[in-house]
């Protein structure tokens, strides 16, 4: 029954008989997708996320993981990094200023290939798809967090290529009244971090849930002093502050939905005198009609975005990144049941994208003060359940700017029985241009990337282990590439030829015996074909990997309760040796390839719940071995690595009011 390759979160996905309840259907791409999901008291694993309706995580057309807010409290993780990295496939890797971005399965995933939300709300950045991580997001008021390890575009569109995450968080009755955390982290003698975050769910006054979440966090990166390969040191304690400022509210009266997101993060640049700025502002509205097996959910959507704002940088150099941008989206979404076995779900929206430099007297690359693109698109899926298949049929198609039509279909076979299931899943996805790949590009001379995908997976379950292994081929073509020319110090994209095709396999296993809880999930990948090996790969030795991405990741999780009320976690990430194309003479500005040796990320945990009633706390060391784990940039274009944190002492509290 394995559908989670996540370590320490199996325990919650054995024995799933029964189905959760899910207050309202979903909603389409840039609006809330899964609202009020509240498991039962048999743990069962229903997901919305692979096609939004409600089905077994083991039925659904997508490969899966799952991790829930108990298995968070156990590793008690204060920052998202950590808990994302645990995911199979998933690595981290380095993009300029010092950003700390996704790879999935050997793919630099970072810059709108990789879908992320929370409550279905599209975070991505507008200038360039991408997602920065790193001290950033609440973890105290996630319900779950689903990763959809394959492509989502024919759902969610054109930045879910490569994968999709989205974050669940509590509501209502589920926050039960208000909580408080607070935390710190202690290394090389100084404070590396500090939060804190409130939380409070419940009814308003009779008849309106509110549901609000607020966030309030600072700290660095790293605090690690290296010498790199080209002899220089560096003090990244000096040059990686993070800070954050979130809020997040949800009102809900009956079957009507208001939710609004604010959001105010900036981080250090290491090797650039610069601070980088993310402010973002979204707001929801939708409403749900219902009538028998049939339900339908409009809404409207608005977000408003200053991305990647530079700060103290050269004008000349960095104005050219620093946008205004808003998107107004509205649409629907409905689903319902034909002669009981017949399933659809399916949605229509149209939106209009808005963007403008920061300072408003620069003029766009197309020789206008500002620019908007309207967008359409529209998706359909059928299921179709049998006694030994559920046959999945669906496709998405998007209408975009200048762009011509394209369609993203997915067809999938799939099947969980008592003691096995499977999956054969075949789709195909593209990367729509973003605002940014857009402006930067030849007057506008951009297409959309292409990708297709390939998987399949098997699955064993028993009372007290489950095992399952999967394998996939990802190709991408078209792909849009990312060049900066160091003379005229201007960035622009452009669409590469030839093709990129990984192939890999991921193998996991847990274990749930009385108070143990044991995990291990092994994922590689290997380079089939590359025509961009120069900037991408080694020429010489494709083998070898994607730059900066190891090829062999290994993620073990042990815990063990105590009691009703105490509970020890370790948690141990290997990943394997790595290339990166630095700088390797300071004097000359030589660069070259560098092998980065293989990195054991450990730590341990202890918790104690329900102290007096009301205080919970949680003791850890975050990277006991004092590990330099360095994460690298994934093309040739010569930026040094960063570092993560070095060995951390963390203390969180909880307090329950």
Not at 177 to 196: E, F, W
């Amino acid at each position: 029954m394995l559908t989670c390759l996540l370590p320490g979160v199996f325990s919650s996905l054995l024995h799933a008989q029964s189905k959760d309840t899910l207050s309202s259907p979903v909603l389409l791409q840039g609006t809330r997708s899964i609202i009020g999901i509240k498991p039962d008291e048999n743990n069962s694993v229903i997901t919305t996320g692979a096609n939004l309706s409600e089905l077994n995580i083991n039925d659904a057309p997508s490969v899966m993981s799952v991790i829930t807010a108990k298995e968070i409290e156990e590793m008690g993780y204060p920052d998202l990094t950590d808990i994302l990295n645990l995911f199979p496939g998933i690595q981290v890797a380095s993009d300029v200023q010092n950003c700390n971005g996704i790879g999935i399965r050997g793919n630099w995933a970072n810059e709108g290939k990789l879908l992320f939300m929370i409550d279905g709300i599209q975070i991505n950045d507008m200038a360039y798809g991408s997602i920065v991580m790193g001290l950033r997001f609440p973890t105290i008021n996630i319900s779950r967090i689903e990763f959809i390890r394959s492509s989502g575009s024919s759902i969610y569109g054109g930045l879910a290529g490569l994968g999709v995450i989205n974050i669940i968080t509590k509501k209502g009755q589920e926050l039960s009244g208000h909580s408080i955390v607070t935390g710190m982290g202690y290394s090389r003698n100084a404070v590396s971090q500090a939060r804190i975050a409130y939380c409070y769910g419940g009814q308003l006054i009779k008849g309106v849930e509110l549901s609000v979440i607020g966030l309030i966090n600072s700290g660095f990166k790293s605090n690690e002093q290296v010498v790199l390969p080209d002899s220089s040191q560096v003090n990244f304690r000096d040059s990686s502050q993070t800070n954050c400022v979130y809020v997040n509210l949800l009102l809900k009266y009956r079957s009507l939905k208001f939710q609004q997101m604010y959001e105010d993060y900036n981080w250090q640049s290491t090797y650039e005198a610069i601070s980088s700025l993310f402010r973002t502002s979204h707001t929801e509205l939708s409403y749900q009609l219902k009538r028998g097996a049939f339900s339908v959910t409009p809404y409207a959507f608005y977000k408003w975005q200053i991305p990647w704002n530079n700060q103290y940088g050269d004008p000349k150099q960095y104005d050219v990144q620093n946008i205004v941008a808003t998107r107004f989206s509205g649409g629907l979404t409905a689903e319902g049941t034909f002669f009981k076995k017949l399933k659809f779900v399916g949605g229509l929206q149209g939106y209009t994208d808005y963007m403008r430099y920061y300072r408003k007297a620069l003029y766009l690359k197309n020789g206008k003060p500002d620019a908007r693109f309207n967008g359409v698109a529209s998706f359909l899926e059928f299921n179709y359940s049998t006694r030994f298949a559920n046959f999945f049929a669906g496709a998405r198609v998007d209408r975009y700017a200048h762009f011509q039509a394209y369609i993203a279909p997915r067809l999938s076979v799939t099947k969980a029985f008592k003691f096995w299931h499977y999956k054969l899943i075949y789709g195909q996805a593209l990367k729509i241009p973003t605002l940014q790949n857009i402006n930067l590009s030849d007057h506008g001379n951009i297409s959309p990337e292409h990708l297709t995908e390939m998987q399949a997976e098997l699955g064993l379950s028993f009372r007290h282990i489950d095992v399952a292994v999967n394998v996939f081929d990802n190709t991408i073509s078209n792909y849009i590439f990312y060049k900066y020319d160091l003379n005229t110090l201007t960035e622009f994209y452009q669409n590469m030829p030839g093709r990129i095709e990984v192939v890999g396999a991921e193998l996991s296993a847990a274990l749930k015996w009385g108070p143990f809880r044991a995990s291990l999930a092994y994922a590689n990948y290997y380079n089939r074909h590359n025509d961009i090996r120069a900037t991408m790969v080694d020429s010489l030795d494709p083998s070898a990997g994607n730059l900066a991405f190891s090829r062999h990741k290994l993620s073990s999780t042990l815990s063990f309760r105590l009691s009703s009320r105490y509970s020890v976690t370790l948690t141990n990430i290997y990943r394997s040796g790595a290339y990166s194309y630095v700088q390797v003479n300071a004097t000359s500005g030589e660069y070259g390839k560098v092998y980065f040796k293989p990195t054991d990320l450990l730590s341990v945990g202890f918790q104690s719940k329900n102290n007096f009633g009301f205080f919970d706390y949680y003791v850890g060391v975050r990277n006991c071995l004092n590990t330099h784990i360095y994460n690298l940039y994934p093309y040739q274009s010569g930026y040094q690595p960063t570092l993560d944190m070095g060995r951390e002492l963390i203390v969180k509290l909880k307090f329950n009011l």
